[in-house]
Every structure is written in structure tokens, then in C-alpha cells.
């Protein structure tokens, strides 16, 4: 006969003790068992948002993409219209002519400084001018022109030579 701890050990004791320790080792492995299924099953449910979160995201980035580069191509295509818009109105007529009084002003500017007889007559001449223009922006000469009829060069009727006056 066996001892055990200074005790007797009979064939029953041992199978209890071996029941025991067989029920002991089940409900440790039913609950190793069932957290390991937990984990794995938080785990899948963890990677399954992941994956959602990733979609989501995904649509979004490309979303914001696609409105980006609709917004790069209508920028593009305002560009071209102000593009050919400022080459239409550097070739619109009165452009030109804004240069050249431009340039035609430098002129005058650098005359009147270096020729000493050339600024008063070119002043006299300058008063002249916008009063002239003062006169036609107001309607009196418009309304001249159009009243009394000027001298032209124009044949109207065919005179003989020695019949003009």
C-alpha cells in the first residue's frame, strides 16, 4: 500500500483525487477556452471596424480627390478664359492708342525739359488743345458740325475749272 503524506493512499481516494483534479483541469480549460474565443471573436469584430473605418476612408479620400481635381480643371479653364481674355484686350482697339499717347507724353515731357523755346509754346498749345476738347466733350462743336455744313474738298457737281470761284 501506498502512502501519501504519511497516509494511507487505497485505490478510492486516488480516483476522487483523480476526479477531482480531472474536473479542476476542465474548468480551467472551459475558461482558457472561452477567453481565447472572446479575444479571437473582439479580435475579428476589432479588424472587421478596422476595415469599415478603412472604406470609409478610402470613399472620403476619394471623394475629396475627385472634387479636387474637377475644381483644378474648372480652375484650368478659367485660366485659359483669362488667358484669351488679356490677349483680347491687349489687341482691343484703343490699346494701342493708350500706348502711344503714353509714349507721345514722355516725349513732350523730355522736350519741354531740354528745349528752353519749347515749354511755353508747348503749353499755349496744350490749353488750346483741351480747351478744344472741353468744347466737343460739353456738345458745342457736335451740334456746329452738325448745323453748319463745312468746307470739303468734295466735287459735288461737276464745275468747269475756269467757273470755280
Do not use: C
Not at 480747351?131 to 474738298?153: A, C, L, M, N, W
Amino acid at each position: 500500500m501506498a502512502r501519501f503524506l504519511g497516509y494511507p493512499l487505497t485505490m478510492e481516494m486516488f480516483i476522487y483525487g483523480l476526479g477531482v483534479g480531472l474536473v479542476v483541469a476542465a474548468v480551467v480549460a472551459f475558461m482558457l477556452i472561452s477567453r481565447i474565443s472572446a479575444a479571437k471573436k473582439e479580435g475579428k469584430e476589432e479588424a472587421e471596424r478596422y476595415r469599415r473605418m478603412l472604406s470609409d476612408r478610402m470613399e472620403l479620400e476619394a471623394e475629396g480627390l475627385k472634387r479636387i481635381k474637377e475644381e483644378n480643371e474648372e480652375l484650368r479653364k478659367a485660366n485659359e478664359n483669362l488667358r484669351v481674355s488679356l490677349l483680347a484686350l491687349r489687341d482691343k482697339p484703343g490699346r494701342k492708342e493708350m500706348q502711344r499717347l503714353q509714349i507721345l507724353q514722355k516725349a513732350a515731357d523730355r522736350l519741354t525739359l531740354n528745349s528752353p523755346g519749347f515749354g511755353p509754346v508747348w503749353q499755349a498749345a496744350l490749353k488750346e488743345s483741351e480747351e478744344e476738347f472741353q468744347k466737343v466733350y460739353s456738345g458745342f462743336i457736335p451740334f456746329i458740325k452738325r448745323h453748319v455744313p463745312g468746307r470739303t474738298d468734295a466735287e459735288v457737281i461737276d464745275v468747269p475749272e475756269d467757273q470755280r470761284s
